[in-house]
């Protein structure tokens, strides 16, 4: 893919805060964009971030974490977490996930994100969430599908919670070695399987995602 240059990456980015913007027309002040990561693994927890950006502080680069190299994605974070005005970061453990189901956990930690903002005296007064229903936080929501890809604050949500968990499970593979948690990040690959069925399930991994394996 052809790197863009600053002007591109510029109108990249205002084309991406269009729905940021619409908010503000509205009266909205403080925008939030919610997403998750670690949804589909195996093991370890699914991850949800909300993050504030300042309006007047671009951060270039901003895109679907999925799209981004780990590299990119690495220096985003760090810049993320210097320029917003305010993010949270929560996650549910396997055992909430096996509990509730993976879509109720990922719904309690984007809630208790919003939670943990508000206590900071940070709350958004409006959440832009990428296609989940979220009820619950006693906000406006507007869930837009593919919102990653199309708004800056939920971009910006979706790299703080995918590389949080990335390095969680990088510090996993250390407590747990022989399963690859650092390479696959818990998901199903064919390794992965394999180290299960020879070593048995970790305590971070998923019983109701793994109830039978041959």
Do not use: W
Request: aromatic share 6%; glycine share 8%.
């Amino acid at each position: 893919m052809p790197k863009l240059t600053a002007e591109q990456l510029i109108a990249k980015y205002e084309a991406m805060y269009e729905y940021e913007n619409d908010c503000f027309a509205k009266g909205y002040k403080m925008v939030g964009g919610i997403d998750e990561a670690g949804r589909g693994p195996l093991a370890g927890p699914v991850v949800a971030a909300c993050c504030i950006l300042d309006p007047n502080e671009k951060i270039l680069g901003l895109d679907d974490s999925k799209k981004l190299s780990e590299k990119k994605r690495e220096e985003l974070f760090v810049t993320i977490k210097e320029k917003a005005l305010a993010y949270a970061v929560c996650s549910s453990s396997p055992e909430e996930i096996d509990e509730i189901n993976i879509l109720e956990a990922t719904k309690k930690a984007m809630r208790n994100c919003v939670k943990e903002l508000a206590a900071k005296g940070q709350s958004p007064d409006i959440l832009l969430i990428d296609a989940v229903n979220l009820s619950g936080t006693g906000l406006d929501v507007i869930p837009i599908i593919k919102g990653d890809a199309k708004s800056d604050s939920i971009a910006a949500a979706s790299i703080l919670a995918k590389v949080t968990r990335d390095h969680m499970m990088m510090e996993y593979d250390e407590q747990y070695p022989g399963y690859g948690f650092a390479k696959h990040k818990g998901y199903g690959t064919k390794d992965h399987y394999a180290a299960i069925r020879e070593k048995g399930m970790t305590p971070i991994h998923r019983r109701s995602f793994l109830k039978v394996i041959h």
